[in-house]
């Protein structure tokens, strides 16, 4: 069965430090892309950082970064530099490039509180 | 470069009634998908359609039915209003598989 997992409902973080958010995934097709999205209060979806299961390279987006350890079926985002902006709902997402779909299955999101 | 845009952001009907949201998608993307997520269930998907043609759906009543204009544009529709269809409606955004999908802001349904 195509899941995912997010461990931690909940975590904080001191301003300025680095966090990393869990995320593992299960899944047999070999082609698929993982996301992560942050979601504050208001609502809005705003797209992270993508990682293909054929990138070689680990992805990054300026403060954030993907630890994707395909064997281990992990995909951790690392945010560097907290900043209290950064407090919100963080879901890690996937998609099976098989079919040609653009479904999204999702975890339970972590919630982060950045403290100053 | 437009984001994706939902109207309206937010609505309140009354049970038994209908409900109709819009999404515009990013210009160039083909592919417009549906999600709903509310506290106890998180998010689902409701429907994907790519260039007028709905090519997934997910496990919901036949209230929830979409449609997808020539301009990549979709509305989604619920007839028959429930309680348990006050939600968050997200629509994304993307170009196909393989690539990055973006959201809107959504749009904050209430059923009384």
């Known amino acids: 069965a195509q899941k995912i997992t997010q461990t931690q409902p909940g975590m904080f973080v001191q301003e300025k430090e680095a966090v990393t958010l869990d995320c593992t995934y299960d899944?047999?097709?070999?082609?698929?892309?993982l996301f992560w999205y942050k979601q504050p209060s208001s609502g809005e979806m705003i797209f992270l950082i993508y990682q293909g299961s054929y990138d070689q390279q680990n992805a990054t987006e300026g403060r954030y970064s993907l630890n994707f350890q395909k064997a281990r079926k992990s995909a951790n985002l690392v945010i560097s530099a907290s900043q209290l902006g950064d407090s919100a709902m963080y879901f890690c997402a996937m998609n099976f490039f098989s079919g040609g779909y653009n479904k999204l299955i999702f975890g339970a999101g972590t919630r982060l509180a950045v403290h100053p | 470069k437009a984001g994706v845009t939902q109207t309206p952001r937010y609505l309140i009907k009354t049970r038994g009634q209908q409900v109709t949201l819009s999404c515009s998608p990013i210009?160039?993307?083909?592919?417009v998908s549906w999600y709903q997520q509310t506290p106890g269930q998180g998010l689902q998907f409701l429907f994907e359609?790519?260039?007028?043609?709905?090519?997934n759906k997910g496990n919901f009543p036949g209230r929830f039915s979409g449609r997808q204009f020539s301009n990549s544009r979709s509305e989604m529709n619920v007839s028959t209003l429930e309680l348990g269809d006050s939600a968050l409606y997200l629509c994304a955004s993307g170009q196909g598989t393989g690539n990055t999908i973006y959201f809107g802001e959504g749009s904050w349904l209430t059923v009384v």
């Open positions: 359609y790519f260039s007028e043609t709905q090519r």
């Open positions: 899944t047999s097709d070999p082609s698929y892309g």
């Open positions: 210009s160039g993307h083909r592919s």
